[in-house]
Structure formats: structure tokens, C-alpha cells
């Protein structure tokens, strides 16, 4: 199968475009600004791809605080240039990868989650993330494309930024071991998350 993936050289790209390889699929590593319209179409249009793994986002949850503007159109506008492309190009499906942060705070009742949960985004971040995902919904729905919708929760792995909590608590813990120092401080520890590696993300999809 061939296939195009957006946000190719990330954290998640990265392995998944090595996971569709090793499984025997042709894959174009796509670097295109998906906010310019006319680039993302012409990049769909050219590499003529059967499947769009799209990853491409401003995944920066803390950072959407600063730039609610730039990570809505990043993660609103991309996304819907990116299915707007699709459809022209002809692709039989679209897995777009949104964020299991769309369902914001969580009751311990409402656990485990289901898809159907509520969305109660709280940071700008997931809120972008929430209304990607209804465009998804009204490509699917109001034109007819195959879209799936990857609501993923937190991944873990090698090559994964010491901005994400695994990864920088244990770029602090390798630093204590060269300094000596014996604390690791940390924010909230009431919060609790489910990580899964990004090895078996990437099978998932």
C-alpha cells in the first residue's frame, strides 16, 4: 500500500513511517506545511498516496496557553486542509490522529473511558484537538471520505522530547546519577495517566 504521513520526522512519525516499511508499505514522508493549503494538495495530488496517516500538529499542550491562535490554525485549519486534500486526491482513507486530552477532567466515576465520553477540553490544546476531530466527523459525513479518528492518550518511548513528563523525569534521573543529587522534583502527583509505548501506538494504527 502506499502511503503519505504527515508529521513525519515527530516523535510518533518517525516510528510509525518506520512500522509501515518494515511492514511492506510504500511510504512518502510528507514535510509540507499543512497550513498552506494549495502546498498540501499539490503534496497529496503528486504522491498519489492510497492511505493518510495524518500526525502533522502543534502537539505542545502547555505551549497552546501562549499560542491558542497558532495551534488552532496548526491543528483546526491544517487538519481540514489536509482532508479537504484528500478528497481531491482520491485517497480511500484518512487516519487522523487527534488526543484523548479532548476529554479533559475526568470524574473517577466515569472510568474507563469510552469513546463516547464527554469532550470537556480544558487547555487550548485539546480543544483544537476536539474541534479537529468534528471536522473529521463532517468529512465523513458531509462528503463521503473514510476517516478514522485515533483518539490517543500518552506515549512513551525512544526519541520521544524531554518537554513530554516521562521522558523529563528520567533526563532528571540520569542527571542525579551524574550529580549526586537525590531528589527529582515534580508537579501535580494527583494526576493520573495511561502511557503506552509508541511502538505499539504505531501498530494500532
Known amino acids: ?41 499539490n503534496a497529496l495530488a503528486e504522491a498519489g498516496p492510497e492511505v493518510v496517516y495524518h500526525l502533522a500538529a502543534q502537539a505542545d499542550v502547555g505551549g497552546s496557553w501562549a499560542t491558542p491562535i497558532e495551534t488552532i490554525r496548526v491543528n483546526v485549519e491544517g487538519t481540514v486542509n489536509v482532508l479537504d486534500a484528500a478528497r481531491g486526491a482520491g485517497v480511500r482513507r484518512v487516519l487522523a490522529v487527534t488526543s484523548a486530552d479532548v476529554y479533559g477532567l475526568v470524574d473517577e466515576a466515569d472510568l474507563p473511558l469510552r469513546e463516547d465520553a464527554p469532550v470537556r477540553p480544558v487547555s487550548p490544546y485539546a480543544a ?11 468529512a465523513w459525513l458531509g462528503h463521503g471520505l473514510d476517516v478514522v479518528r485515533a483518539r490517543s492518550f500518552n506515549h512513551l518511548g525512544p526519541g520521544q522530547s524531554d518537554r513530554f513528563v516521562a521522558s523529563a523525569i528520567a533526563s532528571r534521573i540520569v542527571e542525579n546519577e551524574r550529580t549526586g543529587a537525590t531528589a527529582v522534583r515534580i508537579g501535580n502527583l494527583e494526576a493520573r495517566r495511561d502511557f503506552t509505548d509508541v511502538r505499539d501506538v504505531v501498530r494500532a494504527y
Open 1 to 41: 500500500m502506499r502511503a503519505l504521513v504527515t508529521g513525519a520526522d515527530g516523535f510518533v512519525g518517525t516510528h510509525l513511517v518506520a512500522h509501515l516499511r518494515a511492514s511492506g508499505d510504500e511510504v512518502v514522508e510528507s514535510a509540507t506545511d499543512i497550513t498552506d493549503r494549495d502546498a498540501i494538495s
Open 128 to 138: 483544537s484537538k476536539a474541534a479537529a476531530d468534528l471536522m473529521c466527523v463532517q
